[in-house]
């Protein structure tokens, strides 16, 4: 079975592949220094942050049961 040209899309021009550090220099990102960078203050409250926790576990299980 072989495929045809009229079933495939018209393909988009190549880009150049960059490397990580370019991309990230063309983003003008800092690099990370520390775990502490990539800490986020994410839940307002520990309450909100175990509403999340026990929706996820939840939703990760639904289908098991």
């Given amino acids: 079975m072989g495929?045809?040209?009229?079933?495939?899309?018209?393909?988009?021009p190549a880009r150049a592949r960059l490397s990580v550090e370019e991309l990230l220099a063309a983003k003008n990102t800092?690099?990370?220094k520390s775990v502490d960078d990539l800490a986020a203050d994410t839940f307002?409250?520990?309450?909100?942050l175990d509403?999340?926790?026990?929706?996820?576990?939840?939703?990760?299980?639904?289908e098991i049961a």
């Avoid at 495929?3 to 988009?12: L, R």
């Avoid at 509403?51 to 639904?62: I, M, N, P, S």
């Fill in 3 to 12: 495929t045809h040209k009229a079933d495939q899309p018209e393909s988009t």
């Fill in 44 to 48: 307002s409250s520990e309450d909100e």
């Fill in 51 to 62: 509403e999340f926790l026990a929706f996820t576990y939840a939703e990760r299980h639904r």
């Fill in 30 to 32: 800092p690099p990370i």
